[in-house]
Nanobody
């Protein structure tokens, strides 16, 4: 079992920045991918950014150039740096990892972009 704990959400004005962190613990061997998803009210959960072992990274088109995902393997932590935030980025952000084909999820952290 893998446990994921997110932190760093909050309220920010449009154009501002936030950094989300997700720490993995438990049986963390052979985690093949980590990433961030988000779910806005009334919408489906969508991939924001993902990083695969070996360094391959992908982003949703809506966040390219504004968000950056990174991973610290020594700390078993994945980060999401979010810049130039927009009201449409408002959502609950979930950390995800994949181990042996099984998805694990964090509890979610709220990000609200509003003036």
């Amino acid at each position: 079992q893998v446990q994921l704990v997110e932190s760093g959400g909050g309220l920010v004005q449009p154009g501002g920045s936030l950094r989300l962190s997700c720490a993995a613990s438990g049986s963390i061997f052979r985690i093949s991918a980590m990433g961030w998803y988000r779910q806005a009210p009334g919408k489906q959960r969508e991939l924001v950014a993902g990083i695969i072992n070996g360094g391959s990274i992908n982003y949703a088109d809506s966040v390219k150039g504004r968000f950056t995902i990174s991973r610290d393997n020594a700390k078993n932590t994945v980060y999401l740096q979010m810049n130039s935030l927009r009201p449409e980025d408002t959502a609950v952000y979930y950390c995800n990892c994949v181990q042996w084909g099984t998805n694990y999820w964090g509890q979610g952290t709220q990000v609200t972009v509003s003036s």
